[in-house]
């Protein structure tokens, strides 16, 4: 399980993820420096150190690189929601808890993914089930 991005490590694999391309340290520094006061060279350890822990590869263009995700941010939130729920002592109740948390949009976006991980079950067709015999 990958460890929670620090601030400034999500700040800037937010811009990877949404840019969903390579990208160069001048590209996330510039962006950067919207919102913030940041130097090329924390731009640049940042990524360096998300290459070293896995988040992003990068190949050399020249004198310098340009970075890419390894994986979505959709599958960091699983993985840290996953990582959080194993902890628990009872995930039947932490399940409820967290389900209880929800907004309505939220409900409506797990119904959706319960639906779409349900789908290839009941599209197989499985020979000699009870289904394929008019429930006999």
Do not use: C
Request: net charge negative; hydrophobic share 40%; charged share 30%.
């Amino acid at each position: 399980m990958p460890r929670p991005l620090g601030e400034l490590e999500d700040a800037v694999m937010t811009r990877v993820w949404k840019w969903n391309r390579p990208v160069t340290v001048r590209e996330v520094l510039e962006d950067l420096r919207k919102e913030r006061s940041i130097a090329y060279t924390t731009v640049m350890t940042v990524l360096d150190n998300l290459h070293q822990k896995g988040w992003v590869r990068r190949e050399a263009e020249g004198r310098a690189y340009r970075y890419e995700a390894v994986s979505t941010r959709a599958a960091y939130a699983a993985a840290l929601m996953n990582e959080a729920w194993s902890q628990s002592d009872n995930p039947a109740a932490a399940l409820v808890a967290f389900f209880g948390m929800m907004s309505e949009e939220q409900r409506r976006a797990l119904t959706d993914a319960i639906r779409i991980v349900q789908l290839p079950e009941t599209t197989t067709e499985n020979p000699g089930s009870a289904e394929d015999h008019g429930g006999r």
